[in-house]
């Protein structure tokens, strides 16, 4: 027996019950993140001479260091069919440089027609072997790699890209991330958060299955969720303008991050371009001094934006994001830059004021936060509280025990029951244009036989 055909049946036998029909890949080259619409938009903004075209052909034509070489010549390839870029691309991926799954993938897929039958089986073979050494790491990153790869390994004998997809899609999403988000808790961390766009695309695009349906809740409120997740000012830099997305304090902003975090919001718009959250965040994304023009994100602007797709106004946008299932509060007093800013970020509770931020510190005594639409007060340990809300305004309680039920007293109310989210975050409905006092009390745990 042929030692492929060995191959072959040594890799079927991995391949669990269904897989071979459910997860198989049936698409033409370019298949990963290129599909003929997008290729289509691409190749259309390089007859037009459209900016972010222009931006990134300058930067491929000046040899400017571009960090993400292999997909950006690979990328410049496909789309000015420029053979020369694809050759180098080609090179890479051949040689013995750094063991990086991805570009290997993207090269393969996207300059597939460049390869000669020696080259496509050596290139696929270290695809396969890519699959199979990084297939404990459960990490978003590598995840995406094995993605991309199986996807471009497809119809390649040996074929063990329905089994790889469907242990990905059961045991990584369905098994292990969905049971997560469904109880509450979100595994994936915002830092990596492409990577994870870049997976729902590949695998709608070439399977056809939409991963967002296993987790409604955690994708329905995406778009209010990465509006309200940035700082207010915005950040110049050399090469564009950046929003700067919520994280961890420390010296100056990376851009490298909010570049991505960029490229995340106008993949979120590709994906499900008609939804009125993702007219509100194309309108936000739309605004040309914020249009990635440095060798890092130029190549991610190309491809994800469209400018042709009309936007709403993000100024109709709520001021105020409260995620209850995830325990996630983010408020801001405008939508102007100069707004005053209030997040929960990586459990602590930040600010944003007069261009700097801080740390809100969950003490007693720390004094209520106003911000327009919402009033955000810290717990101490006695629980009392007094408002005097100006209009319509939201009345949040942070620092509480997450998940705790607790009983609210308002002045000349009756006595409610509610719970804390799992962020210690409780909302407490107050009547406006009035000074209120209220209460909180943990409420008693009843047992009975």
Known sequence: MPLIRVLALALAAFVPAGAAEDYQVYTEHPRILLGRSRLRLLKRDRERSAPRWQQFEALIEGQARMPEGPLADALYYRVAENREAGQRAVRWALGKGPNDLRHMALVFDWCQDLLNEAERRALAGRLRDGLEHAAKDAGLPAVRARVLAAVAVAGHDPDPSAGALARIIEDWWQGRIVPELKSGRDPLPAAHYYSLLEVLHVIRDNLNIDLRRDAPEYFEEIAARRLLGYYPASYPAGEND????????????????????????????????????????????????????????????????????????????????????????????????????????????????????????????????????????????????????????????LGLKPRCRYQVEVDDQEMVEAAADPGGILEVELPPHAATAFRLREAPSYSGR
């Open 242 to 397: 950046y929003r700067i997305p919520a994280g961890p304090l420390r010296g100056e902003p990376d851009l490298v991050e909010a570049a991505l975090a960029r490229a995340t919001d106008l993949a979120i718009v590709a994906y499900d371009l008609n939804s009125p959250g993702g007219q509100l965040l194309q309108g936000w994304l739309m605004n040309d001094r914020f249009q990635m023009c440095g060798p890092f994100g130029a190549p991610y602007e190309l491809i994800w934006a469209n400018p042709y797709q009309p936007g709403l106004s993000y100024y109709h946008a709520p001021l105020v994001f409260h995620d209850s299932k995830y325990g996630r509060l983010f408020v801001r007093s405008s939508w102007e830059e100069d707004a005053a800013w209030l997040g929960t970020v990586e459990g602590r509770v930040q600010t944003f004021r007069e261009g700097r931020r801080g740390v809100l510190e969950v003490k007693p005594g720390t004094a209520p936060v106003s911000l327009t639409e919402a009033l955000v007060f810290i717990a101490g340990p006695e629980l009392r509280f007094k408002a005097r809300l100006q209009a319509e305004e939201q009345v949040f309680v």
